[in-house]
């Protein structure tokens, strides 16, 4: 093995189990989005996400201070996607470089 396979297989491990931290994380925290609903000229806030392929809603309350804690959660699991999507992407070009993927 030459020394850049091996530094890339040392790569590709470490990718990997980046990949199922992040994998673990996206697990407890919440996915979806928060909409507002008007009722009687008050507001209402949902929790709107698809499970086993149909949307779901949860009530979340009227009080935007309950707010605050699960949108820092749902912008902390969009960033965490969006690093996935990056790391897979490399992987796979990784792969590509030691000739395991075609």
């Known amino acids: 093995m030459s020394y850049l396979s091996v530094v890339l ?10 990949c199922d931290i992040y994998e673990n994380k996206l697990e ?4 979806g989005s928060i909409h507002v ?4 000229n008050k507001e209402y806030y949902y929790l709107y996400y698809r499970k086993e392929g149909k949307i779901k809603s949860d009530y979340i309350g009227n009080n935007e ?10 912008e902390r699991r969009k960033s965490i996607e969006g690093l996935l999507k990056g790391i ?8 590509r470089v030691l000739g395991k993927v075609k």
């Open 65 to 74: 201070a309950a707010l605050i804690p699960l949108k820092e959660q749902l």
């Open 37 to 40: 609903r008007m009722r009687c």
């Open 9 to 18: 297989a040392r790569e590709i491990r470490h990718m990997q189990a980046l």
């Open 28 to 31: 407890s925290l919440p996915k």
């Open 88 to 95: 897979r992407i490399e992987l796979h070009q990784m792969h």
